[in-house]
């Protein structure tokens, strides 16, 4: 049984939309993070959490949001989405540096 | 320059031969991690590494902390290891951050 999933899997949005990508573990793991992946490119760190009620700036947090409510959801918002967030998103947990992925959001801003 | 610089970029390799892959850190590094990415997108998790080696099946890693390196064997290659191979590199006062190589791109044909 899948212990990271995300939803939606595909997700169309119009240029000035807002956005929620949605993230739930089942591992009971502390630590969450969302990433994008640009094609050809390697991962990139947006936004992450260390429990319940935190959220901290990744690498590229300009035009995004984040919301972690408990222990086992964190959502990632792009309150007003532009075509350069078309991307694939990947939602991680772990504890300490091990890092656990769900199987990706696939965004396309129009 | 990249702290964590992966080699070859991309790769060719007949079936049930055998292949290395490196990377390489300019960052003071305590744990690595392996993971693959396969053709359908899914980042899977192959090695957790402290400095040390570890083995799985086709597939053995190795840690250098003081080298500043790390490796992924993989012994008599099958289709499904195709995929691209990234690592990833804690990079001590990251707070649970990691820091990703650009990925191997790795091609096993039959």
């Known amino acids: 049984e899948a212990a990271v999933t995300q939803s939606p899997r595909n997700k169309v949005a119009v240029t000035g939309g807002k956005v929620t990508l949605s993230c739930n573990q089942t591992?009971?793991?502390?630590?969450m993070y969302w990433y994008r992946q640009d094609t050809g490119h390697g991962l990139r760190l947006i936004h992450y959490?260390?429990?319940?009620?935190?959220?901290e700036k990744g690498d590229i947090p300009d035009g995004y949001k984040a919301s972690r409510p408990s222990q086992e959801n964190f959502s990632l918002i792009l309150e007003l989405a532009t075509p350069s967030q078309t991307s694939v998103y990947f939602c991680?947990?772990?504890?300490?540096?091990?890092?656990?992925f769900g199987p990706g959001t696939r965004l396309t801003v129009l | 320059g990249d702290k964590v610089k992966q080699s070859p970029s991309a790769l060719s390799l007949q079936e049930g031969t055998n292949s290395a892959l490196r990377c390489n850190f300019s960052?003071?590094?305590?744990?690595v991690q392996w993971f693959l990415q396969n053709p359908r997108g899914s980042l899977i998790n192959l090695f957790y590494?402290?400095?040390?080696?570890k083995e799985n099946g086709r597939l053995k890693s190795a840690f250098d902390s003081k080298e500043s390196y790390s490796t992924l064997h993989i012994r008599d290659a099958q289709l499904e290891d195709s995929g691209t191979y990234f690592c990833?590199?804690?990079?001590?006062?990251?707070?649970?951050?990691?820091?990703w190589g650009s990925g191997t791109k790795l091609i096993i044909k039959p």
């Open positions: 990833a590199a804690d990079p001590m006062d990251s707070n649970y951050q990691l820091i």
């Open positions: 959490s260390y429990g319940a009620g935190s959220t």
């Open positions: 991680a947990s772990g504890d300490y540096y091990e890092q656990y």
């Open positions: 960052i003071a590094a305590t744990t």
């Open positions: 590494l402290v400095p040390g080696t």
């Open positions: 591992n009971n793991h502390n630590n």
